[in-house]
């Protein structure tokens, strides 16, 4: 079957810098995705990677190592606003987006 | 970026009866819309893809009778909750790509429905 595993939850400190994991396994690979989702809200595209290696994006930073089935989300210089649920998905080969639970992530002062 | 407007925010409904959730992209053609339910604390789950002027395409599980999904043009994809129960109170989310992204698969999502049936 087809699974994305990423932690259920994460505490952090404002300023300081988290790193969010996410390990798949599935069908084919066209792209891995992360999304922000504030509680209540729709999720908004962070990052997309489909080669190996870091693509970064102001405080936000993704990596990707497709030999390992492994992801992971650096946020740098926290914010309390960054207090979010963080999503995982893969793309697979019949282009179909396979979501992860999510990593509820708290921020504090 | 492109936006896509989700209507109503919130909709409470008495059980048996349908709601109709609008899900239109404001500036671009969306040939591609997805709609997702997620329950509380849940990830998103993908109920059915809606190509414009074609059939929607149902997630295994999602009855298609129970929620109809007209795509009639390339900026307005509706879902329609028939005969809704409680069970159905979740939060409904629709999604759509502008085709411009390509295979970098960026969707722009709605704000989301809130359904309580009661």
């Known amino acids: 079957g087809q699974n994305i595993d990423q932690p259920t939850e994460m505490t952090a400190t404002e300023g300081a810098i988290v790193q969010i994991n996410c390990t798949y396994q599935?069908?084919?690979?066209?792209?891995l995705f992360w999304y922000q989702q504030h509680a209540g809200e729709a999720p908004t595209f962070l990052s997309y990677?489909?080669l190996d290696g870091l693509e970064e994006k102001g405080r936000f930073s993704s990596f990707l190592s497709r030999s390992k089935g492994y992801s992971y989300l650096l946020l740098k210089e926290l914010q309390m606003k960054d207090s979010a649920s963080y999503l995982c998905a893969v793309m697979d080969s019949n282009y179909q987006l396979i979501w992860g639970a999510g990593t509820k992530l708290i921020i504090k002062p | 970026g492109a936006v896509v407007s989700q209507h109503p925010s919130w909709v409470i409904c008495k059980s048996g009866t349908s709601v109709k959730i609008e899900c239109r992209s404001l500036d671009f053609q969306a040939t591609t819309m997805f709609w997702y339910r997620q329950f509380p604390k849940q990830s998103l789950m993908l109920m059915a893809t809606?190509?414009?002027?074609?059939?929607?395409?149902?997630e295994q599980g999602v009855e298609k009778d129970k929620f109809l999904i007209n795509h009639a043009s390339l900026t307005l994809s509706t879902l329609t909750v028939t005969s809704a129960h409680p069970e159905d109170s979740s939060f409904y989310i629709c999604?759509?790509?502008?085709?411009?992204?390509?295979?970098?698969?960026?969707?722009?999502f709605g704000e989301g429905s809130r359904l309580t049936v009661l």
């Open positions: 809606s190509n414009e002027g074609s059939k929607a395409t149902y």
């Open positions: 599935t069908s084919g690979f066209n792209g």
């Open positions: 990677n489909v």
């Open positions: 999604s759509a790509t502008d085709g411009a992204s390509g295979d970098t698969g960026e969707l722009f």
